[in-house]
C-alpha cells in the first residue's frame, strides 16, 4: 500500500488542523493506521493509531484529548484532527500502516507515507 499525507501547514497556538493520509491500493481496510511526528533534533514518536474498523483508538498521553484519529474505509483515507495544537506539536507528521503487532512501536509498521509539516507559532 502506498500512503500519501497532506494537510500540515502553519497555524498559531490553539489552532486546529486536519492532516489527512491516502492509501492507495484494495485491501487498505485490513491494515492498522498510525500517526507518527518526529520533531527537529528529536527521535520519530508515536501520536495515535487506530485498527482496521476504527472502533478502537490509541493517543500519546501528550496528545489524548486534543487530536482525534479516524478513518474512513471507503475513501480509503485516515486523519488526524488535532486540536488546541502547543508549539511543541511542531514536528514532520507521518501516517503509517501495519498488518500486526503493537500500535506504538515504528518497526511494527510496514508501510508509511512522505510525512507533512506542521508548525505551530507561539
Known amino acids: 500500500v502506498q500512503l500519501q499525507a497532506s494537510g500540515g501547514g502553519l497555524v498559531q497556538a490553539g489552532g486546529s488542523l486536519r492532516l489527512s493520509c491516502a492509501a492507495s491500493?484494495?485491501?487498505?481496510?485490513?491494515?492498522?493506521m498510525g500517526w507518527f511526528r518526529q520533531a527537529p533534533g528529536k527521535e520519530r514518536d508515536f501520536v495515535a493509531a487506530l485498527g482496521w474498523s476504527g472502533a478502537i483508538t490509541y493517543y500519546a498521553d501528550s496528545v489524548k484529548g486534543r487530536f482525534t484519529i479516524s478513518r474512513d474505509n471507503a475513501k480509503n483515507a485516515v486523519y488526524l484532527q488535532m486540536n488546541s495544537l502547543l508549539p511543541e506539536d511542531t514536528a514532520v507528521y507521518y501516517c503509517a500502516a501495519r498488518t500486526g503487532g503493537t500500535y506504538q512501536y515504528q518497526h511494527n509498521y510496514n508501510y508509511w507515507g512522505q510525512g507533512t509539516q506542521v508548525t505551530v507559532s507561539s
Open positions: 491500493g484494495r485491501t487498505f481496510s485490513s491494515y492498522a
